[in-house]
């Protein structure tokens, strides 16, 4: 048998909201089917969605170690660089303008040329204006310099005409003690052109001589005796870069050859 709904034709039931959450399984009123999140704005009170974190950024010093290896590598090549030119410029000068520069050197060329003059060799023992002497007259035969060290006193007479070779003369006092005698010995044996023997009565313990030059020194590691040997060795030659310095006497004593070679009465 069947029903007739009252009222007139058959009409769906309405559904009534009765405030209880649905059933499992099944979305809740406006949401979306199978989204899982609510869709619109969240309930009163509710946390929303979190914002991105922006990054802090740390401030950092300055590198100073870097730059301050860069400061000091642009300072050691600039004082290169500096120490070079002016090596350079010093190489480029004359040899006496080299020699006239170093600190206490007497230039006897020009303080007393005329003491320098001499017209031709000369025989048995001379006078010296200068302790030891750095030019002038002299005997004929010349002290042989081929590097030679003495260790004895030799005569003035034949050490000037070495000078006039261009050789340089290395005294010192006999009292020098050993170790410095042996670094000026280091500095003279084997070298062509350069002399050394002990001289008595130097106001110095060293004095070096070149034709009309002198410096005298304190001790044997003072570096002007490299600068003296260096501007003026061969350069002071009076008779050229050729003059000979072999062949020489290698006899020691104070009084020239002729006189010792004559027999005793």
């Known amino acids: 048998m069947s029903i ?3 009222g007139g034709p058959e009409r769906r039931p309405t559904v009534v909201s009765t405030g209880k959450k649905p059933a499992a399984g099944r979305p809740a009123s406006g ?9 619109g704005s969240p309930r009163a009170g509710g946390k929303g969605p979190r914002k991105p974190v922006t990054p ?11 730059i301050a290896l860069f400061v000091a590598v642009g300072v050691l090549a600039a004082g290169i660089l500096g120490y070079g030119a002016w090596a350079s410029f010093q190489g480029s000068k004359p040899w006496d303008k080299r020699a006239d520069a170093i600190e206490g050197i007497v230039n ?16 048995g023992p001379l006078t010296y204006k200068y302790s030891p002497p750095v030019g002038g007259v002299h005997n004929a035969a010349w002290q042989n310099c081929m590097g030679d060290v003495y260790d004895a006193p030799i005569a003035s007479e034949h050490a000037v005409h ?3 070779h261009g050789a340089v003369w290395v005294t010192y006092r006999p009292d020098l003690p050993k170790d410095q005698v042996d670094k000026l010995a280091g500095k003279v044996r084997g070298v062509e052109k350069m002399l050394m023997s002990p001289y008595e009565g ?9 034709w009309g030059y002198q410096l005298k020194l304190d001790n044997a590691d ?5 600068e003296f040997i260096k501007d003026l060795r061969v350069n002071a030659s009076v008779e050229g870069p050729t ?14 050859r002729e006189l010792q070679q004559q027999p005793t009465q």
């Open 202 to 210: 130097l106001d110095k313990p060293i004095s070096l001589q070149a």
């Open 162 to 164: 070495s000078l006039e």
């Open 56 to 66: 802090v950024k740390v401030s950092q010093g300055r590198a100073w170690g870097p």
């Open 243 to 256: 003059a000979l310095c072999n062949t020489g006497i290698t006899a020691t004593g104070t009084t020239p």
């Open 108 to 123: 006897i060329r020009k303080t007393d040329k005329t003491s320098l003059d001499y017209e031709s060799h000369k025989s």
């Open 4 to 6: 007739s709904t009252p």
């Open 222 to 226: 003072d570096s002007r005796i490299d």
């Open 31 to 39: 949401a979306k089917a199978g989204s899982g999140k609510p869709t």
